[in-house]
């Protein structure tokens, strides 16, 4: 059964640096989206992504985060200047449709641990 | 308001008992609701859906009730299996918005 991949599953950084969490969305999916998660809390959204353009944002993701789909495969996060509060799990999601049609799938999530 | 927290609620049950899990929903526009369950590091896994035009669905094992006089829904496990210990999130959707509503979590704790 197809599935979402990320990578990498841990990152450990120190503030104020970049880092990119990738994804690679189910094959046929035309709907991206990324969630975190920190410690013990609940999932919250992030932003959707459809048609190569940014559909929805959260008010988490600000100015510090942008997204990518950079080819056919791949779907990027990138914090440009983490902070110590981006510690979180990041988890990617996709589907074919659109999320009020369908069910969302997501992937095993990056741990991100920022120092 | 949110209901964010570090402690969550747990609900304990024997191996082989029926487990119930509830819900309450932020927003009387949302149409489509999902539970899922999240073993330890791991993403949200799906486990069942409802439309807002059904109030009853069965998958196998589970149930998933939902009231929209209260907005309420609940996630019914049948002969609950240690297997079945995770934390479960109902999330919800409205329609012409591209994101799902996390609600806050309940862990399940299945004891043999």
């Known amino acids: 059964e197809p599935e979402v991949t990320q990578t990498p599953s841990h990152q450990v950084t120190q503030m104020g640096q970049e880092v990119i969490l990738r994804c690679v969305p189910i094959s046929n999916h035309l709907y991206f989206y990324w969630y975190r998660q920190i410690l013990g809390q609940k999932v919250e959204f992030l932003v959707s992504f459809y048609n190569n353009e940014i559909s929805e944002k959260s008010e988490i993701f600000d100015d510090q985060f942008s997204v990518e789909r950079p080819d056919g495969s791949n779907f990027t996060l990138k914090i440009r200047s983490t902070k110590l509060e981006d510690s979180a799990m990041y988890f990617c999601a996709s589907t074919r449709r659109q999320p009020s049609q369908e069910t969302q799938y997501f992937g095993p999530g990056t741990r991100l641990l920022v120092l | 308001g949110e209901s964010v927290g570090l402690h969550l609620p747990t609900l304990s049950v024997q191996e082989g008992d029926n487990s119930i899990i509830n819900c309450a929903y932020s927003n009387s526009a949302s149409d489509y609701f999902i539970w899922y369950k999240q073993e330890s590091g791991k993403g949200p896994q799906f486990i069942i859906d409802i439309r807002s035009n059904m109030d009853k669905r069965q998958g196998q094992r589970v149930t998933v009730l939902l009231n929209k006089t209260v907005k309420h829904l609940s996630l019914q496990i049948a002969a609950t299996q240690p297997g079945d210990s995770a934390v479960y999130f109902c999330?919800?959707?409205?329609?012409?918005?591209?994101?799902?509503?996390f609600g806050a979590g309940t862990r399940l704790a299945v004891h043999p």
């Open positions: 999330a919800e959707n409205i329609r012409g918005y591209n994101k799902l509503i």
